[in-house]
Structures are given as C-alpha cells and as structure tokens.
C-alpha cells in the first residue's frame, strides 16, 4: 500500500514537472568548422534547438559563446581536434562546463572578427544547426588578390627561365656570358605583415587595376560546397566533390593561357551563398562566369551534359525549371544568415539583368556545349533556360553547366575518374576560346 502510495506520488511529481523539466537537455550529433579565405564557419548540429548568448573579447581576441540547455559531451568535445592549424581566422577552440546545463565554447582567434550567429531549422539530412560565421573586420580584396596571384606566378616562371638559361649557357661553355635580355616583369607588393591592415579595393593603384583590365578574367563557380554536399549519386560521390576537381583543372588551363586568369568562388569545401559568388564576379570585373555542377534528376536514367542560360520569360523546359528551383535552393542546405542577406542586392540584380547579358550568355553556352558534346552524351542540344539566381549578373555573361547527371550509375563512375574530368576541363577551355575569338572582350563595355 504505502509502495503504491510512493509511485503514485511520484507520478504526479513527474506530470507537473512536464516533458521539459525532466529532459536533460539537448543532444549534439555533429560539430563541423568549415575554414575558407573569406570566412570561417562552426556548425553545432543537435537534436532541439540551442539558445545562446556571446560575446567578443580582446587581448587575445575571442569569441566567447554560452550554450543553455546543455551538459557537456564527446561530441561536442570533438571541436577542438576539427580546427586547422591553417584556418586563417581561429586559432583554437575551448569548451567546458561552465554553470549547470550551460556549455561555454571559448574561440580562439588569429585576428578580430565580426561574427554572425544564427540558427537554422531541419532540412535535407540536418536537424537543428546552430552556425557561427566568423567574418574579418576588414574582407579579403578578390582583385588584388588575383594581381598578386599573377605577379608571382610571373616571377616563378621568369625564374625558371633564367634557371634553364643558366644551365644551356653552362653546358655550351659560355658560363661568363650575359643571358640573352628578357621581358621585365613588375615586382609583387610586398607581403603584408600578420597584423597590417588589409588592402581595399578603392586603394589599388591605377597601375595595377590597368595590368588587370589587359587580361580576360574567367569566374569559375564550384556548385554546393561545405554544408551543402549538392547532388549525391548512388556510389555515394558527393556533387561539390566532382565539380571542384574540375574546376581546378579548368583552372589550371585557363591560368596557362598568357592573356586569361580565372578567379573561383571556391577553392576548397565551403559554402558560399549564391548572392556572393556572383558579387564576388563583378568584383574581379569578370568577363565570363561559368558555374559547374553535376546534377541528380528524379529519373535515374536520365543522363547527359546540358548548358543553362538565364530566362527573362520562364523556363524553356520543365526539367530546365525543376533544375533551376533545385540549385536556388542550395541557400537552404548550405545554410544563410537570413537577417545578413541583402535581398536588395540580389532584387537589384534581377532587375539590372538585361537583354544584352542573356544574348551573349546564350552564345558562351552554345560554344561550350559544342565542345562537350564532343567528350559525352548531350541531355538536350541546345541551350535551355530558366531562373537561376547565380546567373544573375547584369553585366557578366553567365552560363551554368550541368556536366552530367550524378544520379546516373554510369556517369556518377565516370565524373569519378581523373580521365573524364581532364575531358570535361579541356571541353571547357576550348568553348571559352571558341566564344572569345568571335566575341572579342576588348569590345564589351563593362560596368563596375
């Protein structure tokens, strides 16, 4: 009797205190840190939303974060080993149980930083994330950085010539003799110091902006990226996997190339939000855009290459307009800051794209599609359209090429291989020399 007495008790205990009161709190499933050139960023992934409080410190900079309704586990632990000694924002990262059910995340960092600290609700595979993007208080100038990316790789080369001139010269006896007289080539700027101010974009100088506007700048987006893996094939190949690798071969052709340098959205596994990476074009003053992916379609047999242009009026087709919802969507997956993203920017955007812009996209998508259907199989011969927001640059011709379906078994095997890849690179390359000899850029008016 008094047993029964007891659990009855307790049982009411337990419906007053409520589902709440009795849960011990969240549960972290994954920590990830995603370093990147223009930002980094943490993701704590759990079971129920997190609430939190932070805030920055100096001597040493940091950025110090509560997190209520949590105890302290080995995985959120794991933090501390996923930080890069390269990261060029955190130094390192502390955790530690600082009240009951409050975690304290202490980060470290290299320099100060203006953080963003939102959350996100489920979606694709995610539950609950709770994002840090830790962004420099002065961003990264993408032009100058592409004018000292080429002056080095000037001076590199001017070195390897003198070096085998050296040697030709010696092996004919003539070790004293003058090598014969070669271009000059500009000094790079100095390298700054760890804690000098970084260079704006407003302070390069006239001589360097001019070496630039010699040259024909390629932007080349990697589709997805960090939180976003994109498409996902049967094998398990991640789409921001493939289409990485071939950009950086496209890279490597285009930056061979003595009047041509390209500038990547991505070079690494991060996310960028489809409003800055075409931002990011314009800055560079960039005379193409090529975004590359490689896409899953409802149909597993659906197969092939296929080249997407902008569309003023709707969609040319539907699978053209079921694709262009999907890559709008990457803003989801990967994860945006909806307070921080400019929707007056991209609206802007929209309304600067002109007639003009789509017309010569439409003609840079017909000289790359040319070439790659010499390498596989087309998805349809000719240029379809339809409303992808990252070719909305009003003043850059812009294509998006889907370079093959992932969801398909054989052609996920193929983009897995180095061969397939160098064929899609040089199919690439060839269409974009294709569209300059009958489109000369010198002739393009361009806006800044």
Not at 27 to 50: F, G, K, N, Q
């Amino acid at each position: 009797m008094k047993r029964r007495h007891f659990m009855h008790r307790a049982g009411s205990l337990v419906l007053l205190l409520g589902a709440s009161d009795i849960a011990f709190g969240a549960t972290i499933v994954a920590v990830r840190v995603w370093p990147a050139p223009d930002y980094t960023r943490i993701t704590l992934e759990s079971d129920t939303p997190l609430q939190t409080r932070y805030f920055t410190a100096s001597g040493p900079d940091r950025l110090v974060v509560d997190i209520e309704g949590l105890e302290l586990s080995q995985t959120l632990r794991d933090i501390v080993g996923k930080v890069r000694s390269d990261d060029p924002y955190i130094d390192g990262v502390r955790v530690g149980q600082n009240q009951p059910r409050v975690v304290r995340v202490v980060i470290d960092l290299k320099q100060a930083i203006v953080p963003q600290v939102f959350t996100l609700a489920p979606v694709a595979d995610y539950q609950h994330r709770l994002v840090f993007d830790l962004y420099p208080t002065v961003p990264p100038d993408p032009l100058m950085a592409l004018i000292r990316e080429k002056e080095e790789a000037e001076k590199r080369a001017q070195a390897a010539l003198n070096d085998a001139l050296g040697e030709f010269i010696g092996r004919i006896g003539q070790g004293g003799a003058a090598p014969p007289a070669t271009p000059p080539v500009a000094a790079a700027p100095p390298t700054p110091a760890p804690n000098a101010p970084v260079t704006r974009r407003s302070e390069v100088d006239g001589t360097a902006r001019s070496r630039m506007d010699r040259l024909i700048i390629v932007a080349l987006d990697p589709g997805h990226g960090g939180e976003d893996p994109g498409a996902i094939g049967p094998a398990g190949t991640r789409e921001k996997d493939v289409v990485l690798a071939i950009a950086r071969r496209l890279r490597d052709r285009i930056n061979a190339q003595p009047n041509m340098r390209a500038m990547m959205t991505r070079d690494a596994d991060f996310f960028v939000p489809l409003r800055q990476r075409v931002e990011k074009a314009r800055r560079v003053q960039a005379d193409l855009f090529i975004s590359i992916h490689a896409d899953a379609f409802t149909n597993p047999n659906a197969r092939g290459a296929s080249v997407y242009a902008l569309s003023e009026r709707g969609a040319t087709s539907e699978a053209a307009r079921w694709i262009a919802n999907k890559e709008n969507a990457a803003d989801i997956v990967g994860g945006v800051n909806v307070k921080h993203n400019d929707t007056q920017v991209m609206r802007a955007l929209m309304d600067m794209s002109t007639t003009a812009q789509i017309n010569d996209s439409l003609k840079l998508g017909s000289a790359v599609l040319g070439h790659i259907g010499k390498v596989g199989h087309l998805h349809k011969p000719r240029v379809e359209q339809a409303g992808f927001a990252v070719l909305r640059a009003p003043d850059i011709p812009s294509i998006l090429v889907e370079t093959a379906f992932i969801s398909h078994r054989e052609e996920e095997q193929k983009l897995r291989t180095v061969a397939y890849q160098e064929q899609l690179a040089d199919a690439l390359m060839n269409g974009i020399r294709r569209y300059f000899e009958k489109n000369p850029p010198l002739a393009r008016n361009r806006q800044v």
